[in-house]
């Protein structure tokens, strides 16, 4: 096929534009309302969008027709409507383009239909392909370049859809699928399955777009460009993940940000760059300079950037003040220890100067001052942190929460912060407030802690939460915190990525016990924090505790060039290993921090796969086991056949070692809960456990997360069982059978809605 379109992706990479849905919000209209028919409507506001998009340096952009289909439609009473509001949104951006005269490509969006086909839904394939045909048809009136059928997460749903516009046209089609946070679409396939699927359909190029930020979507670009087969792919992510401000969704990754990563998607083999949700036009600028450097020309040369024709509200500033002594230490990757000191209750602030005085002589250079924990009235945090620092020449760490402040009182006291000198700042949530001493107080939290991050990221780029400038960018260090221990760990590790996304530099967990927490976490991540262990044996004074670790910064270099980002493979595990030996060495011996508690050792784990639960019930019971050592060994078991297998849906490590360890103690004191005291248990995925997702084996259910247990789980855990997770099972019990392996034949499948639960059984 030849087409201009596709012509020019040949000569170079092309940038496309950004949301509609987040310029149409931005200008008031309803998240509820029907965005496409805005076309016949308001089309003014469609062609103002366009026309930011060409001017910000967009080489194509999007028709606003990604619901102009017969059924989301239909649900405002416009399904008549489906010819009409095509053609128009074809020609609200042809008109732009021309008027602009700007040589872009206008490109035909066609997203989901918004119901399930059959069997999981009441559409047919023949009434879905009739359906988007007859958005394609109204599209390919209106004079599209080629199409974009985007946001796909059923693929039989988007092979219906690119063969009913291969069906009237030879235009190009771009196929575009949508990933969740762990790599996989909503119906459970992978990149690589997704691709090697996609190229087999007569389209022109493939790729993925929305749901999830920058660094998610470069992961599944990593995975998708092996498997292409010499099509371009297309990479469209969000602005990170949504906060809410009041009553506003924040996308919380900035321009710099998502330039950085369009950079780096062309620089691995992307063809196609551009945004979805949460991004602007001051995305896509940042976006066509930082691929303007690392594109050549047409005669190999590098391009200088090219300005956009809207005029900028002023030359960019650069902030004149230096990087603190926290920000030196962090991009230097020195080791350093920060204490952590509380406010006192009163406004006497004698013994909290003379604690800090005395760490200053024994060689800290840095002290953390809280705010408000505990949901405990002290004395507020900046002062504190003023005087402190007069008094002792400490560089200050601010720990600053969104409990007690609006957006408003946010922005001001970090400003007034910032003009004091006070600039790294550990942002945080806050605890709430019926925790503590005033269990009637209220709190604010118009932001949480990834609001807050995206605030200081903006103010360090001279505009407040609103877009007004804030005249010299300010230079705060912002920092995220983190607990690798946390209940939810799947929940933690997503906030922690959103916390990275809106900008934070460095990461300070909290108090860790155990080295093993530590390392199953560098297991989990890409992005290495700086990691924290707080030592409860020390000698301090009251009111202060030891964080220290070696630290990690994706900041900026010292000569100035944008560092890279986080190390993964074998150089994170090299950093991690090098932190733990130095962690270690530091602990003593021992190689472990203090340790809440211990699980009782002895027994030989080699043969604990070969008993039966009511052997290893009567073993425990007896003495001669401990449930930490049984856990153990059923990990390590699952973690040698798990590739093969592939029974296990989600297996909840951190959870597990908790209970297990708290049936250790009540063992050793005699307390035993039931038959099932410390015997771990993996549940059929369709059935609710309290914490986890239960899907069903179907990916439209992949965020559905359990409130309470079902009946069978709360008896199990009544009876003493350490649950480990969820195992596979087919859609709803009764379709699409998964590629669980059979342990005694792994070129069969146990089959049937219990394969996964089988296949962990027969394993041992």
Request: hydrophobic share 40%; aromatic share 4%.
């Amino acid at each position: 096929m030849s087409a201009p379109f596709i012509e020019r992706l040949r000569e170079r990479p092309l940038l496309g534009d950004g949301a509609m849905g987040t310029m149409l919000y931005a200008r008031g209209v309803p998240l509820d309302a029907c965005f496409d028919v805005l076309n016949v409507n308001e089309p003014k506001i469609v062609q103002g969008i366009h026309a930011e998009y060409i001017q910000a340096g967009a080489d194509w952009v999007e028709t606003n027709t990604f619901g102009a289909n017969r059924f989301k439609l239909g649900v405002h009473g416009l399904a008549a409507q489906v010819r009409e509001i095509n053609l128009r949104g074809v020609k609200l951006a042809r008109d732009v383009r021309e008027t602009l005269g700007r040589d872009i490509f206008v490109l035909g969006s066609i997203g989901p239909l918004g119901k399930y086909l059959a069997p999981l839904g009441s559409i047919t394939p023949e009434e879905a392909r009739a359906a988007f045909r007859e958005q394609a048809e109204g599209l390919l009136e209106g004079g599209v370049d080629a199409f974009v059928v985007e946001t796909f997460s059923d693929l039989q749903e988007l092979r219906l859809a690119v063969e009913a516009v291969r069906a009237i046209t030879d235009l190009p089609v771009i196929a575009s699928v949508a990933f969740t946070q762990d790599h996989v679409t909503f119906l459970g396939s992978t990149p690589a399955e997704v691709t090697r699927t996609l190229r087999e359909l007569p389209i022109q190029g493939l790729g993925a777009n929305c749901s999830v930020g920058s660094s998610t979507l470069y992961e599944v670009l990593e995975q998708m460009l092996p498997e292409a087969g010499g099509l371009p792919v297309s990479i469209q992510p969000n602005a990170g993940l949504p906060s809410r401000i009041g009553e506003r969704l924040i996308y919380v990754s900035s321009p710099a940000y998502m330039a950085e990563y369009a950079a780096r998607m062309i620089g691995a083999g992307a063809r196609l760059v551009g945004g979805c949700c949460g991004t602007t036009a001051d995305h896509i600028r940042a976006m066509r300079e930082a691929v303007d450097r690392h594109v050549p020309s047409r005669d190999g040369r590098t391009a200088a950037p090219r300005r956009a024709r809207v005029e900028r509200e002023a030359a960019a500033l650069i902030t004149t003040a230096a990087p603190t002594l926290l920000q030196r230490r962090l991009e230097a990757g020195e080791f350093l220890v920060t204490v952590e000191l509380d406010p006192p209750r009163g406004h006497n602030i004698e013994k909290l100067v003379q604690g800090a005085k005395l760490l200053k002589e024994r060689g800290v250079e840095i002290v953390d001052i809280n705010d408000g924990s505990l949901g405990r009235v002290r004395m507020s945090v900046l002062p504190t942190a003023i005087l402190v620092r007069e008094a002792t020449g400490l560089d200050i760490n601010m720990h600053f929460t969104c409990r007690d402040r609006n957006l408003m009182g946010i922005q001001a006291d970090v400003l007034g912060a910032h003009a004091l000198d006070i600039r790294n700042i550990l942002a945080m949530t806050g605890d709430p407030p019926r925790g503590g001493d005033y269990v009637n107080a209220t709190a604010v939290f118009d932001v949480d802690a990834i609001g807050l991050i995206r605030i200081l990221t903006e103010m360090n780029e001279g505009r407040d939460a609103t877009g007004n400038s804030v005249g010299e960018p300010t230079a705060f260090c912002v920092g995220a915190a983190l607990d690798p221990a946390a209940a939810d760990p799947s929940r933690e590790m997503e906030r922690f990525l959103a916390k990275a996304e809106a900008g934070a530099r460095w990461c300070q967990t909290q108090p860790i016990y155990d080295l093993e927490v530590l390392e199953r976490f560098f297991a989990r991540t890409r992005i290495p924090p700086q990691r924290g262990a707080r030592d409860h044996h020390s000698r301090r004074r009251p009111g202060t505790h030891a964080r220290g670790g070696r630290a990690w910064s994706a900041s900026r270099h010292r000569d100035g060039a944008r560092a890279r980002p986080p190390p993964s493979g074998p150089l994170r595990r090299r950093l991690s290993h090098a932190f733990l030996r130095a962690l270690r060495s530091r602990r003593g011996s021992s190689g472990r921090a203090p340790v809440v508690t211990s699980a009782a050792a002895g027994e030989p784990m080699a043969d604990l796969n070969d008993v039966s639960a009511a052997e290893a019930a009567r073993r425990i019971r007896s003495g001669a086991l401990s449930p930490s050592n049984l856990l153990a060994a059923c990990l390590k078991r699952i973690d040698a056949l798990e590739p093969t297998l592939k029974a296990w849906v989600h297996l909840d490590r951190d959870a597990a070692a908790r209970v297990a360890v708290q049936r250790d103690i009540e063992a050793r004191e005699g307390r035993f809960m039931g038959p099932l005291h410390g015997v771990p248990v993996a549940l059929k995925d369709i059935y609710d456990a309290a914490g986890l997702v239960t899907t069903a084996g179907a990916g439209p259910w992949a965020h559905r997360r359990a409130t309470v247990d079902a009946v069978s789980v709360a008896r199990l855990r009544g009876a003493g069982a350490v649950i480990l997770g969820k195992l596979t099972t087919t859609a709803f019990a009764f379709r699409d059978p998964t590629e669980t392996g059979n342990p005694w034949n792994p070129a069969h499948t146990p089959g049937g809605s219990s394969s996964g639960s089988g296949a962990a059984v027969g394993s041992r």
